[in-house]
């Protein structure tokens, strides 16, 4: 009667929502070894299908694609919110400041068709009057992704800011320190899990991006998503189910290595605090 007691609803909705998420996840790892090509269809335990991945061609240039985007989107992302989150935070009131705010932070409530669909034309009219770009491809999905994930990063970098004690930077700035200076010597390392933070979170979203995508690339240039996409429309291939379990893998020991350096850190740092 006890145990009973003890499962009250939190827990029950707690594994329930656990089971929604994590579920459909683990069926999809389980049929990424079925030697059927049937997905529902269960025929036995295979690897083929990884074997099929990795030489599919189409599928290997979009992951190589995606990745090259996702890199210098996130980098580039970080440069202009980071500006952007200094103009925001460390401005004083000018006029336009409200309304450069809410630009700023529009992408993230603006709709994705939207935004994808305004980039579509602003693509279009460029190619008329100036002849560039000529073709849709890496270029114009690079500076989409980084027209939105900007956004993300000014809101990640703009909130550490808000936070950061003025006095250490005006104190510094008091002994000598040239601006330029104080900014790479104290402000930057204060600020960095937050560039950290934005790049990470750029780098998923562009990576994940599949509607802007859509909209602003050419012939020539297919992400991952896009691929994934246009292939589950004639059917679930085995091989999308192998590609979803790599990249679970690939995002499960990521998380793992930084739970594990973070808690490291975090036990050096208790360490360090005893001593002194």
């Keep these: 009667m006890s145990r009973l007691r003890r499962i009250n609803f939190s827990t029950v909705m707690l594994v329930l929502g656990l089971l929604f998420l994590y579920l459909p996840m683990f069926v999809l790892v389980v049929y ?3 030697a059927s090509k049937l997905v529902t269809v269960w ?8 074997g099929e991945l990795f030489r599919d061609q189409q599928i290997l240039s979009a992951v190589w694609t995606s990745l090259r985007i996702a890199f210098f989107a996130a980098s580039m992302a970080v440069c202009l919110g980071t500006v952007a ?11 336009g400041k409200t309304a450069l705010s809410s630009m700023v932070t529009a992408p993230l409530v603006m709709p994705e068709v939207i935004t994808g669909l305004s980039l579509l034309l602003l693509f279009v009219q460029m190619a008329q009057i100036t002849g560039w770009p000529a073709d849709r491809g890496m270029a114009t999905i690079w500076i989409a992704h980084t027209t939105f994930c900007s956004a993300y990063v000014a809101v990640v970098v703009a909130a550490r800011l ?3 004690d003025h006095s250490i930077e005006e104190a510094a700035m008091d002994l000598g320190s040239p601006p330029v200076k104080t900014f790479f010597s104290i402000t930057l390392p204060i600020i960095t899990p937050a560039l950290a933070a934005g790049w990470l979170l750029a780098f998923t979203l562009s990576l994940d991006d599949l509607v802007i995508a859509s909209f602003v690339s050419g012939p020539g240039a297919n992400t991952l998503p896009m691929v994934v ?18 990249i679970i893998l690939i995002v499960s020991l990521a998380t793992l290595l930084a739970w594990f350096f973070m808690r490291r850190n975090e036990t050096r740092r208790k360490a360090a605090l005893r001593e002194a």
């Design 43 to 50: 025929a036995g335990f295979s690897t083929q299908w990884y």
């Design 85 to 95: 989150a200094f103009v925001m935070t460390r401005y004083g009131h000018f006029r």
């Design 229 to 246: 996409f246009s292939s589950v429309r004639m059917g679930v291939s085995p091989k999308i189910n192998a590609l979803a379990t790599l």
């Design 32 to 34: 990424s070894f079925n």
């Design 162 to 164: 808000r936070e950061v």
